[in-house]
């Protein structure tokens, strides 16, 4: 009877895939046939609503079919077809070279940092210092409550960039996680929750840097600007209170309920297939082979940063400015060049402790690539839907225009509209720091410094920025957030998504008591009532109570 039950349900599972595989290759062929028909027409597209449906395309069919490559690149195809004209020569020319060719230039840094990563971590982890950590946190981390609050606030610690923070978390809290049962989905996003929010309200951090660059003309210092912003920023704020929260009170919900129950019960579908495999260790390894590349990495990385945003240069502006440095600074420059040299080290490092031979270490660096390769591909279609999508067609501008209509008559309403705006911009587009860029001028042409509503509305539109960079699957912490954990990427955000939209929903709220009083602490305070009220709502209505107390 057990064994026709299951059989059921695998041929319910079949027959379900396959009926979304047919609606999703319906959806695509009337996209494409769509986008040839509006191109040929010679109707303008630049600019126009036309703009948001590529990624709209791509985002419907991962959602649908849970296949991100082939979304993505529906997508592509979609938008170079908008800009083309109806020819397909110059489809051609702008998938390749203005969408896949472009993306690998444009974020060649970041790739070189994930691979340099995926091999220190495939180092660490073959020297069997990611299983003496295990073992350490064995004897000390006792329950899945505790190792869950250990990757959050580990996430914390690493509040540099989101980058070091979604891979390094990832790679460290794992073995851990694995071992007390915690699904690779609920790591995937404790690790996103604690990247680029922390980041987002960290005063030294590659994101407080690329903030402080649109300080010019408001009459005060970047680092000033950004730090007066922080107690306006309610979604990073109380997404790190929700987070401590629902692992205190275990009220997962949604999707990530139904994983959580198939880990306890020792079937993580959330994770990637290669994690199931194991990896042969030394016998002598030791806690230090985890920690002191870590530390290392962490020490190259600060001092990298500095180095490239001209700390350490006679003739540069922020010679001996620590903040000043860090806010000039470039991460895609200097992650890689920490990296570089922890990565030799570490294999010195590993070999003189007697722990690796060099041929086991050089095949490390393969297996490390092999590993990153998955991350470097949705990465580059992602990169290069968002080019299309904003550098062709124009899709920020079209939004950011949309938002600068509707300013004279929500004057105390704007922080919410703002932060509205900056959500669907960035879940849409799939980059905060663009929506920077497309909003934070218009933000701060608004209001004047004395007014309180420009802080409010300067948080809500870098607030609305991390939320759609949580929500969209176009994103890239989103995506590295996903490797990270080694979680399949789709179930990482769909997993995600009713926390990221239950958070901005409070944070919504927030905003409109914040535009009315202008003051940040009593929308805060709220803020905060209104998580533990909802988390306490769902954990009594919850379907599966014995599996709470588990959780």
Request: aromatic share 10%; with cysteine.
């Amino acid at each position: 009877m057990a064994l026709f039950s299951i059989e059921n349900s695998e041929r319910k599972i079949y027959m379900t895939n396959q009926r979304n595989l047919i609606i999703a290759l319906i959806l695509g062929i009337v996209a494409i046939g769509a986008s040839f028909a509006v191109a040929a027409s010679g109707m303008a597209t630049e600019a126009t609503a036309w703009s948001l449906l590529p990624p709209i395309v791509a985002i419907t069919l991962a959602l649908i079919t849970k296949e991100v490559f082939p979304s993505l690149f529906t997508g592509i195809f979609v938008g170079a077809i908008l800009a083309s004209g109806g020819s397909f020569p110059t489809t051609m020319d702008h998938v390749i070279n203005d969408g896949l060719i472009n993306a690998v230039s444009g974020t060649a840094g970041i790739f070189i940092f994930l691979v340099l990563l995926g091999m220190l971590v495939a180092l660490i982890n073959r020297s069997g210092g990611t299983k003496a950590f295990g073992e350490w946190a064995a004897q000390h981390i006792t329950s899945r409550r505790g190792a869950q609050i250990a990757a959050f606030f580990l996430g914390i610690l690493i509040f540099i960039d989101d980058y070091f923070n979604c891979l390094t978390v990832g790679s460290v809290m794992r073995p851990v996680t694995d071992r007390f049962k915690i699904s690779h989905a609920k790591l995937a996003y404790i690790i996103d929750a604690t990247a680029a929010p922390i980041c987002m309200i960290a005063p030294i951090s590659s994101w407080a840097a690329a903030v402080s660059g649109y300080a010019e003309g408001t009459g005060m210092s970047g680092i000033t600007m950004f730090v007066r912003a922080i107690p306006y920023n309610f979604y990073s704020l109380l997404t790190l209170i929700f987070v401590i929260v629902l692992i205190w009170r275990r009220d997962d919900y949604g999707p990530m309920l139904r994983y959580e129950e198939a880990a306890l019960q020792g079937d993580d579908i959330s994770a990637l297939e290669q994690e199931l495999q194991t990896v042969e260790t030394a016998d002598h390894a030791s806690l230090f082979d985890l920690v002191v590349p870590i530390i290392f990495l962490i020490i190259t990385s600060v001092i990298a940063l500095v180095y490239v945003g001209g700390y350490f240069d006679p003739a540069s502006d922020f010679t001996g400015d620590f903040i000043g440095a860090f806010g000039n600074t470039d991460a895609t420059v200097a992650l890689p060049w920490g990296a570089t040299i922890t990565l030799l080290f570490t294999i010195a490092y590993l070999i003189i402790r007697r722990v690796l031979s060099f041929n086991t270490a050089m095949n490390c660096l393969t297996e490390g690539f092999n590993s990153m390769v998955a991350a470097i591909m949705i990465l580059t279609m992602a990169t290069a839907l968002k080019s299309i999508s904003n550098d062709l067609l124009g899709s920020a501008e079209f939004v950011g225009g949309m938002m600068g209509n509707v300013a004279g008559s929500l004057q105390l309403f704007l922080p919410v509209v703002i932060f509205i705006v900056a959500a669907l911009l960035a879940f849409a587009t799939g980059t905060s720091w663009g929506t920077f860029g497309i909003l934070i001028p218009i933000v701060t042409s608004m209001f004047t410094v004395d007014n309180h509503l420009f802080f409010i509305g300067l948080s809500a539109c870098l607030a609305g920025a991390v939320c759609g960079d949580h929500c969209s699957p176009i994103s890239d912490t989103t995506i590295m957030s996903s490797a990270g954990a080694q979680c399949n990427h789709v179930v990482h955000v769909s997993t995600q998504l009713p926390y990221a939209l239950t958070v901005a929903a409070i944070s919504s709220v927030c905003y409109i008591i914040a535009g009315l009083i202008q003051d940040p602490y009593i929308p805060l305070i709220a803020g905060v009532v209104m998580v533990i009220v909802v988390l306490s709502f769902v954990g009594r209505h919850n379907k599966h109570p014995e599996l709470r107390n588990q959780l």
